[in-house]
């Protein structure tokens, strides 16, 4: 599936059906978007498309292109090969400063030498906006960004969360048709940085305008996102909803870089059936073929530990971590330790059964070549 | 317990008076006594009566004249060292050279060699029969009379000063992220947009460090009048160098020189009030 995305043959699978009505308002189309530094390739042979109003995430590990991938919407690269189509219209060569969208940058980018009110207020200057429309919108932005009354502070005098607030102020004030925004909750603390995640969504929701995300957080991710959009190596893993991505990953990357997961090879014996460590288990999927090698997908809050025969198989608790929420365990069965989740105790040494819901088992396609196993899962 | 507190704070500040004490020494020495004798001769007649006559000397004609001469000329020399540094400092910085030391050394260089050596050098480059005038003689061209003219001494001076111009601009503009250049394109600013807004305005302490360190010894020289002048054109350094050393009279020289040290002070606090920002720059 991912050569598919790699050749250009777009599909989003299991998209829910107030997406599926807005699919024909492609915003921002990248279509076959080539970028090399040097002799590295960056990005190969890209397309993508971004819809009206949607939340859309680029997620991966770093060096994946992610960065990139924004950085040539925003117009700061320039791919080598490929086009970039906004609203209709080629901007491939279009300068930044001639695009109707705005960057929110990693390290907020603020002007140090202007006030808090001048930084917001330069692209409407540039604009040549009136003076009274400036001050409205500066009183504005600073509203809906919680920071009513910081307009004649300095810049350094902010925390970093509050600088961060004022980018976005910075930007949105310009009503521009997308908001891009380069890892803007990196330099943040965990506690604010949540808040700052609402605060996004409750942004977005506000402004009724595209936001593209670049993050390596997955949490962050699910968490906000209308669509996500893996990334690794240059290449998109899979696109897209948080659901879609987290309970149906298409291949082993993807299931090991969203959330915890057991990744077991496999054999798919027959629709409905999948051989792991030499047990049979149910499973909804089907189409597959018979006997067909497959990779196994379990994430650890979906196994069950029961009581040894009632269990499809058996193992044994070799560790035990206390998280907070739930458990964590490690259980050795059949030659292989299974991540396990749960509100429920079972100490080290117990003889445990394992037993997996029909549902909760995703069986994907074995990677066809050598080099993308390799895309896998060491990241 | 607070007692002791008090007792090592005390130990303490006397340890550092005693390690700070050469220091303290050494400005007295040669900063602060050699400042007061020339106040004290500055406002002293030869048989050590006060007066201000030392002060007034400056509104003579003559050396009136030739203050205005010696500002004009290195306004001059500072502006052109500005214009041309800034759009080097520029220029270094797009390059986004991986070591700044080879930068620094490539402007230093010359710096390493004497400064007598650089101006007379010039001298022999623009002189009647100099370089210049060979090469436009070989070509046909009349030749041109540069030395012992204003023009020369401006070209002497640039030539000697523009390094303290590069470097303090270089400095300041190599610090300005990418990031905030690219998010002023980003909120609309063409390229002239985001040096006038954003590129100039961040680099204004190390060009007021650059006036500063260009100006003064500009308007204090008088090796390069002397030597690209040929004498003929006096500038307020040269005659503060002939009261102390032909007309042997102290107390003129230091009068001229106390007004000339408070001129350049109000320079450079006014240039200074255009950029409260700037972390002092070198000379004060």
């Given at each position: 599936?991912a050569a598919?995305?790699a050749k250009?043959?777009e599909s989003?699978?299991?998209?829910?059906?107030?997406?599926?009505?807005a699919?024909n308002?492609k915003?921002?189309?990248l279509?076959?978007?080539?970028?090399k530094?040097?002799?590295?390739?960056?990005l190969?042979?890209?397309?993508?498309?971004?819809?009206?109003?949607?939340?859309?995430?680029?997620?991966g590990?770093s060096?994946?292109?992610?960065?990139?991938?924004?950085?040539?919407?925003?117009g700061?690269e320039?791919?080598?090969?490929?086009?970039?189509?906004?609203?209709?219209?080629?901007?491939?060569?279009?300068?930044?400063?001639?695009?109707?969208?705005?960057?929110?940058?990693?390290?907020y980018?603020?002007?140090?030498?202007?006030?808090?009110?001048?930084?917001?207020?330069?692209?409407?200057?540039?604009k040549?906006?009136?003076?009274?429309?400036?001050?409205?919108?500066?009183e504005?932005?600073?509203k809906?960004?919680n920071?009513?009354?910081?307009?004649n502070?300095?810049?350094?005098?902010?925390?970093g969360g509050?600088?961060?607030?004022i980018?976005?102020?910075r930007?949105?004030v310009?009503?521009?048709k997308v908001?891009?925004?380069?890892?803007?909750?990196?330099?943040l603390?965990?506690?604010?940085?949540?808040?700052m995640?609402?605060?996004?969504i409750?942004?977005?929701n506000e402004?009724?305008?595209?936001?593209?995300?670049?993050?390596?957080?997955?949490?962050?991710?699910?968490?906000?996102?209308?669509?996500?959009v893996v990334m690794n190596q240059?290449?998109?893993?899979?696109?897209g909803?948080?659901?879609?991505?987290?309970?149906?990953?298409?291949?082993?990357?993807?299931?090991?870089?969203?959330?915890?997961s057991?990744i077991?090879g496999?054999?798919?014996?027959?629709?409905?059936?999948?051989?792991i460590?030499?047990?049979?288990?149910?499973?909804?999927?089907?189409?597959?073929?018979?006997?067909?090698?497959?990779d196994?997908?379990?994430?650890?809050?979906?196994?069950?530990?029961?009581?040894?025969e009632?269990?499809?198989?058996?193992?044994?608790?070799?560790s035990l971590?206390?998280k907070?929420?739930?458990?964590?365990?490690?259980?050795?069965a059949?030659?292989?330790?299974w991540?396990?989740?749960?509100?429920?105790?079972?100490p080290?040494?117990?003889?445990?059964?394992?037993?997996?819901?029909?549902?909760?088992?995703?069986?994907?396609?074995?990677?066809?070549?050598?080099?993308e196993?390799?895309?896998?899962?060491?990241? | 317990m607070?007692?002791?507190?008090?007792?090592?704070?005390?130990?303490?500040?006397?340890m550092?008076?005693?390690?700070?004490?050469p220091?303290v020494?050494w400005?007295?020495?040669?900063?602060?006594?050699?400042?007061?004798?020339?106040?004290?001769?500055g406002?002293t007649t030869?048989?050590g009566?006060v007066?201000?006559?030392n002060?007034?000397?400056?509104?003579e004609?003559?050396?009136?004249?030739?203050l205005?001469?010696?500002?004009?000329?290195?306004?001059?020399?500072?502006?052109?060292?500005l214009?041309?540094a800034?759009?080097?400092?520029?220029a270094?910085?797009?390059?986004?050279?991986?070591?700044?030391g080879?930068v620094?050394?490539?402007?230093?260089?010359?710096?390493?060699?004497?400064?007598?050596?650089?101006?007379?050098?010039?001298?022999n480059?623009?002189?009647?029969?100099?370089?210049?005038?060979?090469l436009?003689?070989?070509v046909?061209l009349?030749?041109?009379?540069i030395?012992?003219?204003p023009?020369?001494?401006?070209?002497?001076?640039?030539?000697?000063?523009?390094?303290?111009?590069?470097?303090?601009i270089?400095n300041?503009?190599?610090?300005?992220?990418?990031?905030v250049?690219?998010?002023a394109?980003?909120?609309?600013?063409?390229?002239?947009q985001?040096?006038i807004?954003?590129i100039?305005?961040?680099s204004?302490?190390g060009?007021?460090?650059?006036l500063?360190?260009?100006?003064?010894?500009?308007?204090?020289?008088?090796?390069?009048?002397?030597?690209?002048g040929?004498g003929?054109?006096?500038?307020?350094g040269?005659v503060?160098?002939?009261k102390?050393?032909?007309?042997?009279?102290?107390?003129?020289?230091s009068?001229?020189?106390?007004?000339?040290?408070?001129?350049?002070?109000?320079?450079?606090?006014?240039?200074?009030?255009y950029?409260?920002?700037?972390?002092?720059s070198?000379v004060?």
């Amino acid at each position: 599936m991912a050569a598919d995305f790699a050749k250009g043959k777009e599909s989003r699978p299991g998209q829910t059906e107030k997406n599926y009505m807005a699919q024909n308002n492609k915003l921002i189309n990248l279509e076959n978007v080539t970028k090399k530094y040097g002799s590295h390739v960056v990005l190969d042979d890209l397309n993508l498309y971004i819809r009206e109003n949607e939340f859309l995430t680029l997620l991966g590990p770093s060096g994946c292109g992610k960065t990139t991938t924004l950085r040539i919407i925003g117009g700061f690269e320039t791919p080598d090969t490929g086009r970039v189509i906004f609203d209709g219209q080629d901007i491939s060569n279009v300068p930044p400063n001639k695009r109707q969208l705005n960057t929110v940058f990693q390290k907020y980018a603020l002007f140090t030498h202007m006030t808090i009110a001048e930084n917001i207020a330069f692209g409407l200057k540039i604009k040549k906006k009136s003076s009274q429309y400036i001050k409205d919108k500066i009183e504005y932005a600073l509203k809906l960004v919680n920071l009513d009354g910081y307009g004649n502070r300095m810049p350094d005098s902010l925390s970093g969360g509050q600088q961060q607030r004022i980018a976005i102020a910075r930007a949105i004030v310009n009503e521009p048709k997308v908001l891009l925004l380069d890892e803007p909750l990196g330099a943040l603390d965990l506690k604010l940085r949540q808040d700052m995640q609402y605060e996004l969504i409750r942004l977005k929701n506000e402004l009724g305008i595209t936001f593209v995300y670049v993050t390596h957080d997955q949490e962050e991710a699910l968490t906000m996102s209308d669509t996500i959009v893996v990334m690794n190596q240059g290449y998109i893993q899979q696109i897209g909803t948080p659901q879609d991505i987290y309970n149906e990953p298409q291949n082993a990357f993807v299931a090991d870089f969203i959330g915890d997961s057991n990744i077991i090879g496999g054999v798919m014996l027959e629709d409905h059936v999948v051989e792991i460590l030499g047990a049979k288990f149910q499973c909804v999927d089907e189409g597959f073929g018979n006997n067909t090698p497959v990779d196994v997908v379990i994430r650890p809050e979906d196994v069950d530990l029961v009581e040894p025969e009632e269990g499809t198989i058996q193992g044994v608790v070799t560790s035990l971590i206390f998280k907070g929420v739930h458990y964590e365990m490690e259980v050795e069965a059949n030659g292989f330790s299974w991540l396990v989740h749960s509100t429920d105790l079972s100490p080290v040494g117990k003889k445990v059964g394992i037993r997996v819901v029909p549902f909760d088992i995703q069986i994907m396609n074995k990677p066809e070549s050598e080099d993308e196993e390799a895309v896998g899962v060491n990241e | 317990m607070s007692k002791s507190n008090t007792k090592l704070a005390s130990r303490n500040k006397w340890m550092q008076r005693f390690i700070s004490a050469p220091y303290v020494v050494w400005s007295i020495g040669f900063i602060v006594l050699p400042l007061l004798m020339i106040v004290f001769y500055g406002i002293t007649t030869k048989d050590g009566r006060v007066t201000f006559d030392n002060l007034k000397m400056i509104f003579e004609p003559t050396n009136f004249s030739t203050l205005v001469l010696s500002v004009q000329l290195s306004l001059v020399s500072t502006l052109v060292c500005l214009l041309i540094a800034y759009p080097l400092a520029l220029a270094l910085r797009s390059l986004k050279l991986k070591s700044n030391g080879l930068v620094i050394l490539m402007f230093m260089l010359p710096m390493w060699m004497n400064f007598l050596l650089r101006t007379i050098a010039w001298q022999n480059i623009l002189e009647k029969n100099g370089v210049i005038n060979m090469l436009l003689g070989a070509v046909g061209l009349p030749k041109l009379n540069i030395i012992n003219t204003p023009a020369a001494i401006v070209l002497g001076m640039v030539y000697d000063f523009l390094p303290f111009m590069i470097i303090p601009i270089y400095n300041v503009l190599a610090k300005i992220s990418d990031d905030v250049i690219q998010a002023a394109a980003d909120l609309g600013a063409n390229q002239f947009q985001i040096l006038i807004r954003i590129i100039f305005p961040l680099s204004l302490p190390g060009v007021v460090s650059g006036l500063t360190m260009v100006f003064v010894p500009a308007l204090t020289t008088f090796v390069i009048s002397d030597i690209l002048g040929g004498g003929k054109i006096l500038l307020i350094g040269k005659v503060i160098e002939q009261k102390f050393k032909q007309g042997n009279d102290w107390n003129g020289g230091s009068g001229l020189s106390l007004v000339l040290m408070v001129f350049i002070f109000l320079c450079m606090a006014i240039v200074q009030k255009y950029d409260k920002d700037s972390e002092g720059s070198g000379v004060w």
